[in-house]
């Protein structure tokens, strides 16, 4: 099974043993006077690792203080090239950044980092990296990013040292796998979370793991047998937790969340009053100790369970209720109502590292939501109109909270895409030399067994280059996509574009805003497929051009229109062509023809079917090409288009393959005058 991750095992640095004052089970924290103290006698490498640590123990409490520890440590360590400061300095930077929300940020200090470790070969390190990756796309939901990052976690630990030691230990592993149930529950795969879970109790048991953590996980163990549909398997590990005695206060809190579990379980049995003793019971410890989210939590379920029971005079008190917590929540700008309670785990997570709160407000808002529809509807029922009017009016500001959010994490969902996509072609990169050290050492082997292994490697090998032979044409013609595919995601477009959606969102014009968000998501998505795809669709096709000349104009305004005409004997749906062939000389027009334009300017895309020959002409009527080769700077006057040169040699390889070959022409326009008057392109394609 492919184990996958969302928790992570941050890199510690070592220090005085009384400095360190641990609040998070994954998430280094040490205390802030004993660093302070210690700090004005150190020197050289060892006061770069205090200041480090002050700013990791900052980075969740004092973000201003915990990035000017990281730049001092930085600079610092750049004065001594000491490399594990600089790279340590990264990562804390990182977690400064995420603890802030901005991802983004965030993830490129990571990858800082990472490279540096590298060059140190401190693999372990490397291994948490990812891990710190995978947390970053799971809080913005993006599930499969943060799978594929915990997976290449998962195989830097099982890598081993030169000593021959793993890199990550048993709980390294299992953490990563618990992380895995997660992302398993919440996309509903409750069977395989299930098995995770029981697990990793087994073998936490075994390996002495925190004890809260593994109580934790016991009532995780409930709520994904609840899952599966088994109900009394349920019942038996949310009465166990119960049961147990609490040694700390986070397993304290935590056992109203098994016992609001269990009341969950006499809800669906139709045990109305079980299921308030038990609810009433979380909301009670909730309300006295200040834990204000999971009070708003309770407050607001038990509100809807009496309104579904017929109750609404009492379903309101208790709305009314969870909307004081509310209100005290953004007030407070915080889940508690004591900031001691801030390192106690009472919802689950934050026991791992501390939650940002970005996320947090998020959470509170979705309850906020739900609790103000049902106290509209409430007192809509009652007769209470304006009351109800007022609920509605918040319940619709709610909902637009929450949209805002959303949006907000699409964007930083396809930022966060665009950063990473570099470092997967790496990854390859090294899954292929780990390949080839294998190789190395079965070739030792073969040897040492004599004439015969080698006859069998000899021809295991020629099979092997006879297969690389045969598939070289195809593999030059991946890498010109990928080449291409490189050329199209050209920065400047791509954040110009997020630039322009993100003004449409400050200036309050939502529709406009999720208009281009929209367009941009299939461009980007739509590119992606083309890099690994041949051929593509003609609907395929025209719907990629479209969004990218409608995200050009949002970034050109007013500098020019365009046109896209379909022959009636073509068949968009079953008419295939290569990909990615039409925008690189689409995006020559806007860029090299008419941006000079001094008037607007004018695309046509034109799409052709005559004698099973599909012809597509994209013709402007911009400034010519010797016009623009004239506006280039001196040591570019020999310039030609990256996009276009690859795309030309991209049609070489293809025609390879082809009986009837791909033809190419390039016209020059001129008017009645002899001026330029713009360029055509003529591409000639055979019916596939």
Not at 89 to 112: D, I, N, W
Not at 123 to 150: C, D, P, T, W
């Amino acid at each position: 099974m492919k184990f996958r991750v969302l928790l992570l095992m941050i890199l510690t640095i070592s220090i005085a043993g009384s400095c360190l004052a641990q609040k998070f089970i994954l998430f280094p924290t040490y205390n802030v006077d004993s660093l302070l103290l210690i700090l004005p006698a150190q020197q050289a490498e060892e006061r770069v690792n205090t200041i480090n640590n002050l700013a990791v123990s900052l980075s969740y409490v004092n973000s201003d203080s915990a990035k000017q520890y990281v730049d001092e440590a930085m600079k610092l360590a750049a004065q001594l090239n000491y490399k594990t400061g600089m790279a340590n300095a990264f990562l804390y930077s990182g977690h400064t950044y995420r603890y802030q929300g901005k991802y983004v940020k965030a993830l490129s200090e990571y990858l800082k980092a990472i490279k540096l470790y590298k060059k140190l070969g401190m693999k372990r390190q490397v291994a948490s990296l990812y891990q710190q990756i995978s947390i970053i796309h799971y809080l913005v939901s993006n599930f499969e990013m943060s799978l594929e990052y915990g997976f290449i976690a998962f195989d830097k630990y099982k890598e081993h040292k030169p000593d021959g030691t793993p890199v990550g230990n048993v709980a390294d592993i299992m953490s990563i796998k618990s992380g895995a149930a997660l992302i398993y529950f919440l996309q509903g795969e409750c069977k395989e979370s299930l098995e995770i879970t029981l697990d990793y109790l087994k073998i936490g048991k075994k390996s002495n793991f925190n004890k809260t953590d593994l109580y934790l996980h016991l009532i995780v163990a409930g709520e994904r047998f609840r899952c599966t549909g088994d109900i009394d398997s349920a019942k038996k590990y949310f009465r166990k937790a119960i049961s147990t005695p609490s040694e700390n206060t986070s397993m304290e809190a935590l056992k109203y969340r098994a016992i609001t579990s269990l009341g969950y379980i006499y809800l669906h049995e139709d045990n109305f009053d079980k299921m308030i003793l038990h609810y009433q019971q979380a909301n009670d410890f909730y309300n006295k100790r200040g834990f204000l989210y999971m009070a708003l939590n309770t407050s607001a379920f038990m509100g809807y369970t009496y309104y579904q029971y017929k109750q609404a005079a009492i379903a309101e008190i208790y709305f009314k209720q969870a909307e004081k917590l509310f209100d005290e929540i953004v007030r407070r700008d915080s889940w508690h109502r004591h900031d001691s309670l801030k390192n106690i785990t009472s919802w689950g997570l934050e026991i791992y590292f501390p939650l940002p709160p970005q996320k947090t407000k998020e959470l509170a808002w979705k309850t906020a939501q739900w609790m103000y529809y049902w106290l509209y509807k409430i007192n809509k029922e009652s007769g209470k109109f304006e009351t109800a009017l007022n609920y509605h009016i918040l319940y619709t500001n709610s909902q637009d909270t929450l949209n805002k959010i959303s949006k907000l994490e699409e964007l930083v969902k396809l930022q966060l895409q665009y950063e990473t996509q570099n470092y997967e072609e790496e990854i390859g990169i090294l899954s292929q030399e780990t390949a080839f050290q294998e190789l190395k050492l079965r070739q030792s082997k073969y040897f040492l067994f004599g004439m015969a292994s080698l006859v069998i490697f000899v021809l295991i090998l020629a099979i092997v280059l006879v297969r690389q032979n045969r598939l070289r044409e195809q593999q030059k013609n991946l890498l010109l996509q990928q080449r291409l595919f490189r050329s199209q995601m050209n920065p400047h477009f791509l954040f110009n574009s997020l630039s322009s959606i993100h003004n449409f969102m400050l200036s309050e014009k939502p529709v406009t805003a999720a208009s281009y968000l929209s367009r941009f998501s299939k461009l980007v998505r739509a590119i992606l497929n083309s890099s690994v795809e041949e051929y593509i669709s003609l609907t395929e096709e025209i719907g990629t051009i479209e969004n990218y000349l409608e995200l050009q104009k949002v970034r050109f305004p007013e500098m020019f229109d365009y046109t896209i005409e379909v022959d009636e004997v073509i068949n968009p749906e079953i008419t295939n062509i290569p990909s990615m062939l039409t925008q690189p000389f689409i995006e020559n027009s806007i860029e090299h023809g008419i941006k000079h334009k001094n008037s607007k300017g004018n695309i046509s895309v034109r799409f052709k079917m005559i004698d099973e020959i599909i012809i597509i002409e994209i013709e402007d009527n911009g400034i010519g090409r010797e016009k623009a080769k004239e506006l280039l700077p001196k040591p570019q006057t020999g310039y030609k288009s990256l996009s276009t040169s690859i795309t030309q040699e991209r049609i070489q390889v293809l025609n390879r393959s082809l009986k009837k070959k791909i033809k190419l022409n390039i016209l020059d326009l001129k008017d009645s005058s002899g001026e330029p008057s713009g360029t055509k392109i003529i591409l000639q394609i055979p019916f596939n």
